[in-house]
């Protein structure tokens, strides 16, 4: 049962475009979520988290986007650029538990 | 600061081996977890230590165990490997080990079983 899912495997984006990325949950009872960069052979990277109290966090180019009522959350990276190209997770967990949820991950290569 | 390391790297072993992957986290943290990334599957929630004890744990058989110990250092162990366990074996860790809490992640083990 994939209680988190990212149903693009792959997404080519242009230099300079807005990059979006797309991950849907099942479980209510999850109220934070994090987005994690991963370039190979290295181990991923926290990019951006967002609790569920909020339905926007931004960082820089990266801004998440929270809608509870579709149980659904996006990443838009404005500009996109060469070095955005890499797997990115989106993970889903709630207050007080240790275990972090993640979807199968979306490949984004930027074309220059 | 150091970031996580994980040893070995890479590891080529036979069905019906079995196996044992070390992680040492960032200096002062105390927690420490395990996930198996296989393609398709993302990442999946192993198990997750902190003070030497296991709080959370996924849902893998018996054959997978881990150990943390009181430098904080992680092992996790598996034993009678099967082609199914050939993936990468990643670590994190984090201060307190909460979801919630920024986890660095290793470079991972690569482990193929043949």
């Known amino acids: 049962d994939q209680q988190v899912k990212q149903n693009s495997p792959s997404l080519s984006v242009q230099e300079g475009r807005i990059s979006i990325l797309n991950c849907d949950y099942t479980?209510?009872?999850?109220?934070?979520f994090l987005w994690y960069k991963k370039y190979p052979a290295e181990g991923p990277t926290f990019l951006i988290s967002?609790?569920?109290?909020?339905d926007k966090n931004e960082d820089g180019r990266f801004t998440v986007f929270l809608n509870k009522s579709a149980k659904h959350l996006s990443l838009h990276i404005v500009p996109s650029q060469p070095g955005d190209s890499a797997v990115y997770f989106c993970?889903?967990?709630?207050?007080?538990?240790?275990?972090?949820?993640f979807g199968t991950g979306t490949r984004l290569t930027i074309i220059p | 600061k150091a970031g996580v390391t994980q040893t070995p790297r890479y590891l080529i072993k036979t069905r019906g081996q079995q196996v044992t992957l070390s992680c040492s986290p960032i200096?002062?943290?105390?927690?420490v977890s395990w996930y198996q990334q296989t393609p398709g599957q993302g990442l999946q929630f192993l198990f997750e230590y902190f003070s030497e004890t296991q709080r959370n744990k996924g849902n893998f058989p018996g054959r997978f165990s881990g150990r943390q110990f009181s430098n904080s250092r992680s092992e996790m162990n598996v034993s009678t490997l099967e082609l199914g366990d050939s993936a990468l074996y990643l670590c994190a860790s984090s201060w307190e080990g909460r979801g919630t809490d920024t986890q660095y992640f290793g470079p991972g083990t690569r482990l193929t079983v043949l």
């Open positions: 479980n209510s009872m999850f109220d934070y």
């Open positions: 967002i609790s569920s109290i909020k």
């Open positions: 200096s002062g943290h105390r927690s």
């Open positions: 993970a889903a967990t709630f207050f007080g538990n240790e275990k972090l949820t």
